[in-house]
């Protein structure tokens, strides 16, 4: 619920539930004090008129009873002596708590509950006494005196009392005051509970979640549904997305941390065995081991490898570097198929007939097929796969074996590279894109590379269009898939079209 609405209610609720609670006790009180009085016996239903002001009630209604007697006495004379006319009577003010008693010279002539009439009784003045209006008799009891004759000529008095005495009003004064008091004090704790419920409490548990993450625990999750609604929800959404995104940040830095720490582990260790070499053959033609011109060229052309390993891999982490910063230079050109891959393959026949591995080519596109790709990140991709086959082919005996295929896919071209090298294992498939993922830990250190190979693949082929994947069968071989669209023609002939790739 927001703030807003809250204040609304809480400033509706500090008028409406005083009201409705004051009126509640108001009711309340005056059944018990009608009850307490003893009173209630004689009506059943409740007169808060005469409950909250006796005097003003009891004046008003028997003023109108004067007036009715008046008239039905200027009629009929002496009807106040029929018995049947002062039960009516009688029974007509009983709502009010209030009885008449009829006197005849001292005796009383009409009661209709003696027991009733006995405290006030003894307390009524005789015939003539001149007061006007009501009044009240020492016990408190309101009286109000008419006097008349009988047809005998006896001196009669008709008596209206209220049972209720005047000290009912003072009574209920005190106890609605207490009450009101307790009213407003009972609506001020509760409305501020649920204020402090609603707002503090919730302030109270960030700053605690807050804590947890100044202290570095990404974890502590609120303990509150984050999907309430209002001004408090969304805080706590924003929280939990913060949290989120910051324990997602520092993960990434630990990760980030292990790879580069990796990476740097690899990187050594690639370095130092063709620096090895080249130390250890260089000290051989320094020291004239090779004593022959065949011998030395042999040990030259084994130093110029490793030294164009060793520059290999300084270009591999130098495009490391590009990639980790999302910043890659392509020069994209329109490329026929058939042109640029029989390039690629005559160069990497070459190489792969030198280490006794058969390559086998076949393009499956028509000759005029064209992509639009950098050639030279597109040719460090099949170089990166074929070398990645060619590390862990496991075949020395001749039998090893790559086959690449361009196959035509209507509004695309897929590029297939297989071998059939050891293959990989089928839970580690998804992960060999992963940057740093080895499928065996203890054979890439032997083989020796940086583990960034694919990943470097995988982000090129992306950054094309396209995309990449991989099957495998152990013991059969992997097969290396890749797609790229096709280029249309939609107008300007322009040919070359350099982009620094940024995601």
Not at 289 to 298: F, G, S
Request: aromatic share 10%; charged share 25%.
């Amino acid at each position: 619920m927001r703030f807003r609405t809250k204040l609304l209610i809480t400033s509706l609720a500090i008028v409406v539930i005083p009201l409705i609670l004051s009126f509640g006790t108001y009711l309340a009180l005056g059944r018990y004090l009608v009850h307490k009085q003893q009173v209630g016996q004689f009506s059943t239903a409740i007169d808060y008129g005469m409950v909250s002001d006796p005097g003003g009630t009891f004046a008003e209604m028997t003023d109108d009873l004067v007036k009715e007697i008046a008239i039905n006495m200027f009629i009929d004379p002496y009807i106040l002596e029929r018995e049947e006319y002062l039960e009516e009577l009688d029974s007509q003010i009983a709502s009010r708590y209030s009885f008449i008693i009829v006197k005849k010279a001292n005796d009383i002539y009409y009661v209709a509950n003696r027991d009733r009439a006995k405290a006030v009784i003894s307390e009524l003045p005789g015939y003539g006494n001149g007061i006007e209006g009501i009044y009240y008799t020492p016990s408190r009891h309101l009286v109000r005196q008419i006097d008349f004759t009988f047809s005998d000529g006896s001196m009669g008095s008709l008596y209206f009392i209220s049972s209720i005495r005047t000290a009912l009003t003072t009574s209920i004064l005190i106890y609605m005051a207490v009450a009101i008091i307790l009213i407003l004090a009972l609506t001020s704790v509760l409305l501020t509970m649920w204020i402090g419920r609603s707002f503090f409490r919730p302030i109270d548990e960030l700053n605690v979640a807050m804590q947890h993450i100044k202290d570095g625990n990404f974890d502590y999750i609120l303990p509150t549904d984050v999907k309430e609604k209002g001004e408090i929800g969304a805080m706590y959404r924003n929280y939990e997305d913060m949290r989120l995104r910051l324990k997602e940040s520092a993960e990434e830095k630990i990760e980030r941390e292990k790879q580069n720490k990796e990476l740097i582990s690899n990187i050594s260790h690639d370095l130092k065995t063709p620096i090895t070499a080249i130390k250890g053959y260089s000290q051989g033609l320094i020291e004239g081991v090779a004593d022959n011109p065949e011998k030395q060229m042999k040990y030259i052309k084994i130093i110029n490898s490793k030294a164009n390993d060793m520059n290999n891999l300084i270009n591999e982490l130098t495009l490391y570097s590009s990639i980790d910063n999302n910043r890659i230079p392509y020069n994209f050109v329109k490329l026929n198929v058939a042109d640029y891959f029989g390039d690629c393959i005559e160069e990497i026949g070459a190489d792969l007939d030198s280490r006794g591995i058969k390559l086998n080519y076949s393009n499956l596109t028509s000759p005029d097929t064209q992509i639009v790709a950098d050639p030279e990140q597109i040719k460090r991709v099949i170089n990166n796969v074929v070398s990645n086959s060619v590390k862990y082919l496991g075949r020395d005996d001749g039998t090893g074996e790559i086959d690449i295929r361009i196959l035509d896919e209507i509004d695309s071209v897929r590029v297939e590279l297989e071998d059939n090298g050891r293959g990989i294992a089928q839970k580690d498939i998804p992960n060999i894109f992963d940057r740093f993922y080895r499928t065996d830990s203890s054979r890439n250190s032997k083989q020796g590379g940086s583990g960034i190979g694919l990943s470097i693949v995988k982000k090129i082929i992306e950054d094309h269009g396209g995309y990449i994947w991989a099957t495998s069968h152990e013991g059969e071989g992997t097969c290396m898939h890749f797609v790229l669209r096709k280029f249309i023609d939609y107008a300007d002939g322009s040919d070359t079209v350099t982009v620094e790739h940024e995601t």
